[in-house]
């Protein structure tokens, strides 16, 4: 090459020299490829980094819904005990000793509706008795201390506090419940049809270590039909030697428990009692008292309660005629 006398070349146009524009081109297509290549690179990448991180975080999902019950239990004792309301660690016993005693037992849920006193029962499921019969006035607490019973049992094989003073249970193989539904099913069965199938099922599914709680089962047939049938199956419900409570109106059904017993015993079934479901002076007390039912006495309070008893309607008869 020649080398000029006067002055410098211009550096572009010297040998191994790049000028500003060339470097930011080169700088700029550089770039271009090295993203490319990256895109490239994520997305086969992509797939592998996902399967990573369900293969590493499923665990934590699998524990979510055991999360969102610890939280959610939690509050709802927190809830409790502000309402001021007693919460107690279940003493567990054997699951062949079949016992249920619980001291001052609560309906939850209830506690956390009403503003006034919280009434609380003692209830006991023993070799005197593991079914009941229970009886008493209407919105007179027999369904609340039903689904109290349950409650106490789900509660404590979930590892909660019961809601009571005290208690000692028993786990249980499985808790069957027959509470009142609408008429999903009454179509092509009927409403009394409709009912019978579902004890049908609890029958066949229940053995001596279940809990059943029906309230207010075969309300939809006349009093004579459904305290025959309701014997038929509590006295086999007996035999089974399951424990429960039978929350009913049916105060005949109760009154006849003698019979009951007496079938079901002789085939070496456990003994059924009955409870009552309080009123004192034409007031519900929402007390629930081991005794023999009075369905006439109930009948009475209630009416002389509300001035429906044959003296009260005459005094209101004269009294309209002066």
């Known amino acids: 090459h ?27 297509a550089f770039n271009s490829a090295i993203n490319e290549v990256y895109r490239s690179s994520l997305r086969s990448w992509k797939k592998i980094v996902q ?49 249920f005693v619980a001291k001052e037992l609560y309906n939850p849920k209830v506690a956390l509706k009403v503003e006034g006193e919280i009434v609380d029962n003692d209830i006991s499921f023993d070799d005197n008795a593991r079914i009941y019969i229970l009886t008493g006035p209407n919105r007179g607490g027999k369904s609340v201390i039903t689904v109290a019973v349950g409650a106490a049992q789900a509660m404590c094989q979930l590892g909660l506090p019961v809601p009571a003073q005290s208690c000692t249970i028993s786990p249980v193989s499985g808790i069957f419940t027959h509470f009142p539904e609408g008429a999903d099913d009454t179509i092509d069965k009927g409403r009394l049809g409709e009912e019978c ?29 459904a305290s025959y049938i309701a014997s038929e199956i509590l006295s086999a419900f007996a035999v089974m030697r399951c424990r429960g409570i039978f929350s009913t109106h ?57 001035g429906l008893s044959f003296e009260g309607l005459m005094q209101r008869a004269r009294e309209s005629h002066k």
């Open 2 to 28: 020649r080398r000029r006398r006067h002055g410098h070349a211009p550096c572009g146009d010297e040998p191994g020299r790049v000028s500003k524009n060339q470097k930011t081109a080169l700088a700029l």
């Open 51 to 99: 399967q990573y991180v369900l293969d590493n975080t499923d665990f934590l999902l699998n524990l979510m819904p055991e999360i969102e019950f610890l939280v959610k239990g939690t509050e709802f004792q927190q809830k409790l005990l502000a309402r001021g309301c007693k919460l107690a660690i279940p003493e567990i016993a054997p699951m062949g000793e079949r016992v």
């Open 197 to 225: 199938a579902r004890l049908k099922e609890i029958f066949d599914s229940a053995d001596e270590n279940t809990m059943i709680l029906l309230d207010e089962s075969l309300s939809s047939t006349g009093a004579y039909e």
């Open 250 to 306: 049916l105060h005949d059904l109760a009154a006849g428990i003698a019979e009951v017993n007496a079938r079901s015993l002789e085939r070496g079934g456990i003994k059924i009692d009955t409870l009552v479901a309080g009123i004192e002076e034409g007031r519900r007390s929402f007390k629930i008292y081991r005794a023999k039912p009075d369905g006439k006495s109930y009948a009475k309070d209630i009416a002389d309660k509300y």
